[in-house]
């Protein structure tokens, strides 16, 4: 189960922010095969001032159209299919709500079967791990 935190300026158009909880989840469903409705996303405006980038870093554009992606998620992908999800969260932000791909920065965070619980105190995945759980892209 990925779970993406999406941090934007206050300034970007809330139409605009609207659509990119659905482009990162369908990013994942295509370039990293997580399971349909595997849909756990945190999507955060803020102030001016608390979200603090650098406009020309590893020399791209950025404007206040930036979009921080964070997904954590488990461990084990190549680095060719990490790549495929930048790419396609790239592209799915600059066609459904006309963000640069300079704008869109992404970071993974990864982890273990043992570091997520989905509800009532239970690490589910070790107690009873669904088909595939062990194999990275069949339950994330």
Same mark, same amino acid.
């Given at each position: 189960m990925p779970l993406v935190r999406i941090s934007v300026s206050d300034k970007m158009a809330a139409e605009k922010r609207k659509k990119l909880p659905q482009a990162a989840y369908?990013?994942?469903?295509?370039?990293?095969?997580?399971?349909?409705n595997d849909f756990f996303v945190v999507l955060t405006p803020h102030a001016e001032g608390e979200l603090v980038v650098d406009p020309s870093f590893m020399?791209? !554009?950025r404007t206040d159209d930036f979009a921080l992606?964070?997904?954590?998620?488990?461990?084990g992908r190549a680095t060719e299919v990490k790549q495929a999800l930048y790419r396609e969260i790239a592209r799915l932000f600059e066609e459904r709500a006309e963000i640069s791909p300079d704008n869109v920065m992404v970071v993974l965070s990864e982890n273990d079967l043992a570091d997520w619980s989905f509800g009532k105190g239970e690490a589910q995945y070790i107690l009873n791990p669904?088909?595939?759980? !062990?194999?990275?892209g069949a339950a994330s």
């Open positions: 369908d990013a994942m469903r295509a370039a990293i095969s997580i399971p349909e020399r791209v !554009q992606v964070h997904i954590t998620l488990r461990r669904p088909a595939g759980a !062990q194999k990275v």
